[in-house]
């Protein structure tokens, strides 16, 4: 079956880095686009970045652009995503996520939070 398990998460100053990272298993990694998502508390699960099949086409949200690189390792079926400068307002849980034509998978996610 699909599966989707992040890493990563920890506690960090402002200003601080994390890198996260997803290992996904069950299905065909290298053909489909994979996403960051992140939840803070209270409110509604956001789009913090995606990357296509090939890596030739990211996105991020407006609020991460500039701080944020997502990355993906075809061979090694994993997706990071590295946190420079980070903000007491990224405090969230960040999931990953695999759109797939089986349907969509999210990992458990893992808890980032960034106060002094």
């Known amino acids: 079956q699909v599966r989707l398990v992040e890493s990563g998460g920890g506690s960090v100053q402002p200003g601080g880095s994390l890198a996260l990272s997803c290992a996904a298993s069950g299905f065909i990694f290298s053909s489909y686009s994979m996403y960051w998502y992140r939840q803070a508390p209270g409110k509604e699960r956001e789009l913090v970045a995606s990357?296509?099949?090939?890596?030739?086409?990211?996105t991020y949200g407006d609020s991460v652009k500039g701080r944020f690189t997502v990355s993906r390792d075809n061979t090694k079926k994993t997706i990071s995503l590295q946190m420079t400068g980070l903000k007491p307002e990224d405090t969230a849980v960040y999931y990953c996520r695999a759109s797939t034509n089986r349907g969509l998978f999210w990992g458990q996610g893992t808890q980032v939070t960034v106060s002094a």
């Open positions: 990357i296509d099949a090939t890596s030739r086409r990211k």
